[in-house]
């Protein structure tokens, strides 16, 4: 059964620091791999997705990496900001039935 | 643009009463997926659809019914309503099931069940 974790669940970090958050997931058999931003009381946000094959994705501030064959993936924020604050999760889709599987999150708060 | 809308976005209901949570979206996607969303938890899927007419059971299905009568619609229907269904239910919609970096959520909708 393939099953996500997101560790921290909390995070709260000064205004201008580089962070990384961190997904993993406990079966290799993934199609993609995907990090979504949730602001409070909104729907979620696709950030990045990473296909299999792929070891990154970046956009503007963001990337992110991916590890099948460890089981991991980071969310790597450069330069933080206030605007950055929101809960961040990952998503693996599994190759078996395309069904995604979902981390409980990270809420991030940026401290200005 | 609206993309996903969810209507009513919150409701308070009793134990045993029905309710029926709206999902239209006007990207004339094919896949719609019902999730909850639980503190401490991930999202987990409810049921699906893959196109008007169809659905098909996610991960925890039981309590719920749903129904695609029309390609932008999808309904998620709670018949007798129990405290464990108390929870942020959220709709999604896709054009193709694998292109998850194409997936379209709405706002939520909030419910309460006492």
């Known amino acids: 059964k393939q099953e996500v974790t997101q560790i921290p669940a909390a995070l709260s970090v000064p205004e201008g620091e580089n962070l990384v958050l961190n997904c993993s997931f406990t079966?290799?058999?993934?199609?993609?791999l995907q990090w979504f931003r949730q602001d409070p009381g909104k729907g979620l946000t696709s950030l990045l997705l990473i296909q299999s094959s792929q070891r990154e994705q970046t956009s503007g501030r963001l990337n992110a990496s991916l590890d099948k064959s460890s089981g991991r993936s980071t969310l790597y924020i450069a330069a933080s900001q206030p605007g950055d604050s929101a809960t961040y999760l990952c998503a693996v889709l599994r190759d078996s039935n395309y069904q995604l599987i979902w981390g409980a999150g990270t809420k991030l708060i940026i401290k200005p | 643009n609206a993309g996903v809308t969810q209507t009513p976005k919150f409701r308070v209901l009793k134990t045993g009463q029905s309710m029926t949570l709206l999902c239209a979206q006007d990207m004339n996607h094919e896949y719609m997926y019902w999730y909850r969303q639980d503190p401490g938890m991930g999202l987990r899927l409810i049921h699906y659809?893959?196109?008007?007419?169809?659905?098909a059971k996610g991960e925890v299905p039981d309590g719920y019914n749903v129904s695609r009568l029309k390609k932008q619609n999808f309904l998620l229907g709670l018949e007798s309503a129990a405290p464990s269904q108390t929870s942020v239910y959220f709709c999604a919609s896709s054009r193709t099931l694998t292109n998850t970096g194409e997936l379209f959520f709405g706002e939520g909708s909030r419910l309460t069940v006492l």
């Open positions: 079966d290799s058999a993934i199609y993609n």
């Open positions: 659809s893959v196109g008007e007419g169809t659905t």
